[in-house]
């Protein structure tokens, strides 16, 4: 009898683990917006690709409100040290690319940015609906 309350009560304790630790990946879709950078080149010009647009399906997509011209590619997500945030690991061209979501902000930071390391720091912030 007092094996099987452990067996209970660890079980209950793993699935609250387990529960806690799920990754809100609702709260990482949308329309975000290239908000604050820091060039590395001045020759960087930043409106190059001034929307990441990251859908349910997987994939990602940097592009201009005016022009056609896109870059494509997948995401998945991880868990952060830190309970706030969550790295977003962005595959493209044979390229991986993290970025730190903490709340509706991504981060990039050198040499880990969508520009092959053009930029010291970048931010995308998520557009409201």
Do not use: H
Not at 43 to 55: D, S, T
């Amino acid at each position: 009898m007092k094996n099987l309350y452990k067996f209970i009560l660890l079980s209950i304790f793993t699935l609250y683990l387990s529960c806690s630790s799920k990754i809100e990946e609702k709260q990482i879709i949308g329309k975000y917006e290239i908000d604050k950078f820091v060039t590395r080149d001045t020759l960087v010009k930043a409106e190059e690709y001034r929307l990441l647009l990251i859908n349910a399906d997987k994939t990602f997509e940097l592009k201009n409100d005016n022009t056609k011209t896109n870059s494509v590619g997948t995401w998945k997500s991880n868990k952060s040290e830190n309970d706030n945030e969550i790295i977003i690991e962005f595959s493209f061209s044979d390229r991986k690319v993290k970025g730190l979501l903490n709340g509706t902000i991504i981060s990039f930071s050198y040499p880990d940015d969508l520009y092959k390391g053009r930029y010291s720091n970048l931010l995308y912030v998520k557009l409201r609906k």
